[in-house]
């Protein structure tokens, strides 16, 4: 039996991918993908399970969900992504109104879950370490310019605040030649700009056979015809070399834009954590690429109130952060994750604290980042067309800006464009985050 299935996709783009992925392999199998909660029969919620936030956010909105169900406008509820495959037993219990919960190594078998609906069986899981899939059907959004391109799954980092090696399992590359053919499926259908993307894309290729690293595969993307833009996301500065941002510099499809989330800026406080990269090597990367590219784009993300964190160590964050121009930032306050090392440590934050250093953070950045970009008024920029804005004009993004997490370009133009248009435009108008410019 066929059904018409919605996808509730929550959390990271990496979740994004599996979201896109499970829709391709079920509608390879005759089921219709559907928007709108009243059309659909079956409602497929791929949770978030990184922070309690998270989790908390996965939770409500399977409820609402289940409210639907009770009123007879669905027939099925399936939970999939990391919080089911962490916490499946307890769910089953909690939240009877779940049909399935499907692991992060299964969903390839979404199509069959369905088939198996109101059988019996609840759970659908496999070893975290199985292999990645390869060569599923996707369903990407027509209209989007973009696409995530997924290069790993799993994480060998072992921070010592983080569940994912837990969720997700060991790092494991996928081949080079799998991504190749993704790419160029995804540049046929019209997507002008790749992002990449994995828990650390830094470490790809070190369990492939062969002299394969993160250099090769954006060597072999940007001889793809119809890519224009490669975007890097998710960077661990332990092992971002000159070397390495010497390649970027290079190569003119590759987007100087670094996303390294940091977490801290203290040595003995990134000891703790168990990041591999201290202070003295965080300042280094940061440094050498404003030297190498000064108009390049930094991206960062912090954590307050970890155990033990001080106030004058707090203060080292702010200092950081004042001493290098991070165009976008962000911060999370420590969560206590089950089965991690930090949960057990000593000298807990309280959360009234932790949030008021995220808050102060955030307040700082917001104003050293509205200083930088008055700074940019002026300025020509490539900006890739998203969309039309009402009454005349547009509206995309610079190499500056990711999707979802960070600005906007609006362009004042009666020109007509297309989505997917790679246009000249001069910043006339900054705002918090977004600009404002004209086309050239």
Sequence with gaps: MNYNVMMVSLGCSKNRVDAEE?????????????????????????????????????????????????????????????????????????????????????????ADVIDSLGKGNKQYMRDINDPCFLGLPRVTEDSSVYAYLKIAEGCDNRCSYCAIPYIRGNFRSKPLSSLIDEAKELASRGKKEIIVIAQDITRYGQDLDGNVDLATLLDELSLIDGIEWIRLMYLNPARVSHEFIDKVAENKKVLP????PVQHINTELLQSMNREAGSEKIYDVFGYIKQKMPNACLRTTFITGFPGETDEQHREVLEFIKKNPIDNLGVFTFSEEEGTPAVEMDNKVPAEVAQKRADRIMTLQKRLLASRLRARRGEEIDVIIEGKKKGSGYYGRSFRDAPDIDGTVWINTSKTLNVSDIVKVKITHTYDYDSEGELL
């Excluded at 007879?72 to 109104?97: F, N, S, V």
């Excluded at 834009?257 to 390294?260: C, V």
């Design 22 to 110: 499970m829709l391709g392999v079920l509608k390879s199998r005759g089921h219709s993908v559907v928007s709108d909660p009243n059309k659909a029969d079956i409602v497929i919620i791929n949770t978030c399970g990184f922070i309690e936030s998270a989790k908390q956010e996965s939770i409500d909105e399977t409820l609402s969900y289940a409210r639907l169900k009770e009123e007879g406008k669905l027939k099925y509820i399936i939970m999939t992504g990391c919080l089911a495959q962490r916490y499946a037993k307890e769910l089953e219990e909690e939240l009877p109104e779940v049909d399935a919960f499907v692991g992060v190594t299964a969903f390839d078998a979404i």
């Design 257 to 260: 834009y670094f996303d390294i």
